[in-house]
């Protein structure tokens, strides 16, 4: 079955400091993958998504994330992160043939230091 | 309306009573996916709809639940007799079509069953 695993359930970071949020999955097909954060009282918003091509994928407020095959991993990272970025980090994978139908990790809660 | 909107916010209900939760898509929007989240959890898929067939109901976890979308616009979640586990937030999302798009989340319903 298909699964995604985000080993890191609490970071925390001093403002300015790179990021880094792990993100494994488990797929049979090449997968489409997917990073959303959800900050406290508000939706899920997407940050980037891989679906094929380039596999180092920019998204929106300086993140980027990287498709590696051969370790099943789309980890997440930030060169330097700023304090409106606490939140709530999710990756998700297509669980089946493009229907939209997403299996989200665990999540990863993100704190920043001043 | 500008984002997908569900109503209510929160609701507080007693064991054993039926609830309906509400979702409004972004206009034009034809797939639509319900999640729930639980409590340092990530979604869960519940189901969805691509117009007003349920394409896929395979997270639905029991009989008492059961959602609807008869114009193929606004959907309801329905819960029959409630149990303190249906406790969560329930997420819906719409997307232009199936996969390959991204996919917008609503702020949820805060669903508490005492």
């Known amino acids: 079955a298909q699964s995604v695993t985000q080993p890191d359930i609490h970071i925390t970071v001093s403002e300015g400091a790179s990021l880094e949020l792990r993100c494994n999955y488990s797929?049979?097909?090449?997968?489409?993958l997917f990073w959303y954060v959800q900050s406290p009282g508000q939706g899920l918003q997407l940050l980037l998504k891989y679906f094929s091509g380039d596999t180092l994928v920019q998204g929106i407020k300086g993140f980027e994330a990287e498709f590696k095959r051969s370790q099943s991993s789309f980890n997440l990272r930030k060169p330097s992160v700023h304090w409106s970025d606490a939140a709530e980090y999710f990756c998700?994978?297509?669980?089946?043939?493009?229907?939209?139908?997403?299996?989200f990790g665990q999540g990863t809660t993100l704190q920043v230091k001043p | 309306g500008a984002g997908v909107s569900q109503t209510p916010s929160n609701k507080v209900t007693e064991k054993g009573k039926y609830v309906e939760l509400r979702c409004d898509p972004i206009s034009g929007h034809t797939a639509l996916y319900w999640y729930r989240q639980s409590l340092g959890q990530g979604p869960e898929f519940l189901i969805y709809f691509q117009g007003t067939g349920a394409a896929d109901d395979s997270g639905l976890p029991n009989d008492r639940f059961f959602a609807v979308r008869p114009e193929g616009s606004v959907s309801t979640l329905k819960i029959q007799r409630t149990e303190r586990g249906d406790s969560a937030v329930y997420l819906c999302?719409?997307?232009?079509?199936?996969?390959?798009?991204?996919?917008?989340f609503g702020q949820g319903t805060r669903l508490t069953v005492v």
């Open positions: 998700a994978v297509d669980a089946s043939s493009n229907t939209g139908k997403l299996i």
């Open positions: 797929y049979g097909a090449t997968p489409y």
């Open positions: 999302a719409s997307s232009p079509s199936r996969g390959n798009t991204e996919a917008f």
